[in-house]
């Protein structure tokens, strides 16, 4: 990209100090630095350390960390920088409201909605990560996004890769949509074996390197779950238009089939820089230093049918899919919740997605919602459940 001097992009990144944040900073740097991006703001939680030395190095001109107990921290790391510190809940609103061309979202979780919300209303370019966005509020996010004028380019990389095979004013020849899936490090495990694994043994992706939410996720592929519905709401589907196969190479990253029997997919090496500079560049392409996919070292791709039974999260998509109104909103936070407890020790492996499953009956019929707040009604609903669920069953063990 040639930018001069004087027509620096303004760009924003929120959750810079995760595994998405870390490597939009690199594609960042590869497309030319400080020199090139004008760097609003960037937004952290715990590790502020980290966060006010990529402040400096990228020439930030605001940072902010999540956790209001962290503002003295932070504030000292960046004393006489002439960078600005904030702290807290506000401040990251703050962060997001602040005027940047394009903004990444990649806080993971619920935390992510208010803060991408509010840039999609202002007209921001949005660089999805977040799935969890169009999860919990798919129609009023998308709504969002077009009233505020902006574009929404997925990075999630297989919506990133459905985004690339998509053909202009072709909605309507579209068949279906294939997601791939890696299947994880249980892939090929039982029920039995699953049962009783640790964190440490279930965030060990075999093929991508993530943040530990996402890690778990894909080892019960509940990730995939709400890939389903993120995708649903990118690009306007019908829930019988969207399939999922595992692929464990991870190489075709999804496809897009039209009515004529084509099929078309992107591929690569598993890499998040591609589908995050695609965002940052789109429609131009980068020129990144990424590994380039070599055919012959590959010899072969492989395709499995998903296992529901093995992974019911993929059944429980289906349900949110479905019976549409809050149940998307509902599922994620339930397993928010149940993730947690999972990660405390407090539940098994298996147990997320049966606590999911149950809130997400439990709440069949609650009302569909019509503004923001109503689907913070329901996911506070939903977490109430669920950490009620979880305390009946640490009890009872
Ligand atoms: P991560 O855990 O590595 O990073 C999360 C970021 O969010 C960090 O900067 C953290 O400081 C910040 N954060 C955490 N809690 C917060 C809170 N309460 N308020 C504000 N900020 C908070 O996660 P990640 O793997 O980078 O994933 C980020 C998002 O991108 C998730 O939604 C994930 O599903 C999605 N995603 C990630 C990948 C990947 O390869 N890592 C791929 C596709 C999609
Ligand atoms: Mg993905």
């Known amino acids: 990209m040639a930018i ?124 999805l990560a977040n799935k969890e966005c169009l999860v919990s509020a798919g129609d009023l996010f998308v709504h969002a996004v077009r009233e505020g004028g902006g574009r929404l380019i997925p990075v999630d ?76 709401h990118l690009f306007d589907l019908r829930p019988e238009q969207i399939e999922v196969i595992v692929h464990p190479q991870s190489i075709i990253h999804s496809m897009v089939g039209y009515r004529d029997g084509s099929i078309l997919a992107q591929l690569g090496v598993p890499d998040m820089r591609t589908a995050i500079g695609y965002a940052l560049t789109y429609p131009d392409r980068p020129q990144l230093n990424v590994e380039r996919l070599d055919f012959a070292k590959l010899a072969r791709l492989d395709f499995e049918a998903p296992d529901e039974v093995r992974f019911p999260a993929l059944r429980l998509a289906r349900s949110a899919l479905e019976r549409g109104g809050v149940q998307g909103a509902v599922m994620n936070a339930a397993e928010e919740v149940a993730f947690d407890a999972f990660c405390a020790g407090q539940i098994g492996f298996l147990a997320m997605a049966d606590i999911a499953e149950e809130v997400m009956e439990a709440m069949i019929g609650y009302p569909a919602a019509g503004s923001i707040d109503e689907v913070f009604a329901a996911d506070a609903e939903a977490r109430r459940i669920a950490a009620a669920l979880i305390s009946e069953r640490t009890m009872a063990a």
């Open 4 to 127: 001069g001097p004087g027509a620096r992009r303004r760009i924003s990144i929120l959750g810079s100090t995760g595994s998405i944040g870390v490597s939009t900073l690199d594609v960042v740097e590869q497309l030319g630095g400080r020199e090139a991006f004008d760097l609003v703001a960037i937004t952290g939680n715990s590790n502020v350390e980290l966060l006010a030395r990529q402040a400096k190095t990228f020439g930030a001109r605001m940072a902010v960390t999540a956790d209001d107990a962290r503002y003295a921290e932070l504030k000292e790391a960046l004393a006489g920088t002439g960078i600005e510190a904030g702290a807290g809940r506000e401040a990251i609103m703050e962060a997001a409201a602040a005027e940047s061309e394009w903004m990444m979202a990649a806080i993971v979780g619920t935390a992510g909605l208010a803060p991408t919300l509010a840039a999609a209303r202002r007209g921001a370019d949005i660089a």
């Open 157 to 232: 990389s297989e919506h990133s890769a459905i985004f690339q095979s998509l053909e202009d004013d072709q909605h309507h020849a579209i068949e279906r949509i294939v997601l791939t899936a890696s299947g994880g490090p249980f892939r090929t495990w039982s029920r039995e074996q699953m049962a009783d694994v640790t964190v440490d043994v279930a965030k060990a992706h075999p093929n991508w390197s993530m943040g530990l939410k996402i890690s778990i996720g894909s080892a019960s592929m509940f990730n995939k779950a709400l890939e389903m519905i993120e995708a649903k």
